[in-house]
């Protein structure tokens, strides 16, 4: 009960006001009922109709035959209401009135109370937000929200012409994880819709996502439409520096952060994270001019991994060219969110790889701040970052950051 004090609040509060309702008119004293006329006087209004009846049809108002019917009427009220007359009303004393009203006040909550509890669902006054606090942490195993993003699936493959509602099934997409069905409902939109930079950006972001974080290629492509379109879009700034990083080019991200830095007022929030970010890329913060490049971390370092994944030969037939592969690291004794990640197709195997630090998906995880790392595998044959039933893996052995010519062999079925 103390979880829901508003609750109970509210439900004293129905209760005590039913009781007024009911109770207030019992305690009142009933004024006193005039006693009901007695037989005189109701013959006495019968003779009066009477005479009118007989003056009616002395004046010829009326002829014979309805003064005969008109007496039958008044002689049928006259003997119901001889008939029917009433008693008067039985006197309820005032202990009977405060009685009755008490067992009332007492009574009513206690049988209220019985009910609820006999049927209705107090556990759901707690259950409702859990159930909440669930389907945030993870919308895609909600299967309310499932059905609803299918469901809008289903009446766009019935009206495909609705521009709006692909881009907002692309996004319901990128919610629940599934990158490449979001990329496919962002191209639709963009067929449909006027050009946009901010679709743009939700579009490169989902094609990133389902390569593995990666910018490169498509990503990049989107996010320059973006900056033609708008060209002080600050999402796409960012995320088109983070591609310039991503293929080793500092100039052009120092000058994409330098240009997003300005546009930000003196008290944003992002202002140290452009910072970093600048930092990082070899530019001093908050200056316009940067300075000469830092040179590229080289693999040699302890700011990456690199290695090559192979098949097993048993395996290799059960690999499609269509496959979806995903490659990353991770820590062995900590999350197992990737450090690092890549994305390739099922006809790039065998493949060399190179994790670093720059494929991180969070900038508090990465392999340099790791003290082990063990590389990842997985031959996916639904295209999905979740490992399925049926798809194909292996996993190298625990290296240190660094580490070079590590071997990762793809040698069993996900079971």
Not at 205 to 210: G, L, N, P
Not at 235 to 247: F, I
Not at 274 to 300: F, M, N, V, W, Y
Request: glycine content about 6%; aromatic content about 4%; hydrophobic content about 45%.
């Amino acid at each position: 009960m103390a979880s829901s004090p508003l609750f109970w609040l509210i439900a004293l509060a129905l209760v005590a006001g039913i009781l007024a309702w009911v109770v207030t008119p019992l305690l009142r004293r009933s004024p006193k009922v005039e006693a009901p006329a007695d037989e005189s006087a109701t013959t006495a209004v019968y003779r009066d109709h009477k005479r009118q009846v007989e003056a009616d049809l002395a004046a010829g108002a009326i002829t014979a035959e309805e003064r005969d019917a008109a007496l039958a009427e008044i002689t049928r009220r006259f003997g119901e209401e001889l008939a029917t007359a009433r008693e008067p009303a039985p006197h309820v004393g005032e202990r009977t009135r405060w009685i009755a009203a008490m067992a009332l006040v007492a009574c009513v909550p206690v049988v209220a109370g019985v009910l609820y509890v006999m049927l209705g669902n107090p556990a759901a006054i707690n259950a409702a937000p859990a159930a909440a606090t669930s389907a945030q942490a993870d919308p895609a195993s909600d299967p309310q929200i499932v059905a609803m993003v299918d469901q809008l699936a289903k009446r766009l493959q019935a009206n495909p012409e609705d521009g709006e509602g692909w881009a907002l099934l692309g996004r319901s997409y990128r919610v629940l994880n599934r990158y490449d069905a979001a990329s496919m409902a962002y191209n639709e939109a963009s067929k449909r819709l006027p050009p946009s930079a901010p679709l743009y950006v939700e579009w490169a972001e989902a094609v990133a996502q389902a390569q593995g974080r990666s910018l490169a290629g498509q990503p990049t492509e989107l996010l320059e439409r973006a900056i033609k379109l708008e060209p002080e879009n600050a999402k796409a700034l960012a995320l088109v520096g983070a591609a310039a990083m991503e293929r080793g080019d500092r100039a052009a991200a120092i000058a994409s952060w330098t240009k997003l830095r300005a546009l930000l007022p003196p008290n944003s929030p992002q202002l140290r994270q452009i910072d970093d970010a600048l930092a990082q890329a070899g530019s001093t913060p908050g200056k316009a001019e940067p300075t000469p490049a830092a040179p590229r971390a080289e693999a040699t370092g302890g700011t990456s991994v690199t290695g090559r994944v192979e098949v097993d030969a048993k395996l290799a037939k059960n690999i499609a060219p269509g496959d979806t592969v995903f490659i990353f690291a991770r820590d062995p004794e900590g999350s197992r969110m990737p450090l690092a990640a890549m994305k390739l197709r099922g006809s790039d195997l065998p493949r060399a790889f190179a994790l670093t630090d720059e494929m991180a998906m969070s900038p508090a995880a990465t392999i340099s701040k790791a003290g082990k790392v063990v590389i990842e595998a997985r031959v996916s044959k639904s295209g999905d970052v979740k490992p399925q039933s049926g798809d194909l893996a292996g996993t190298s052995a625990t290296v240190n950051p660094g580490a070079k010519d590590v071997r990762v062999t793809i040698d069993r079925v996900v079971p």
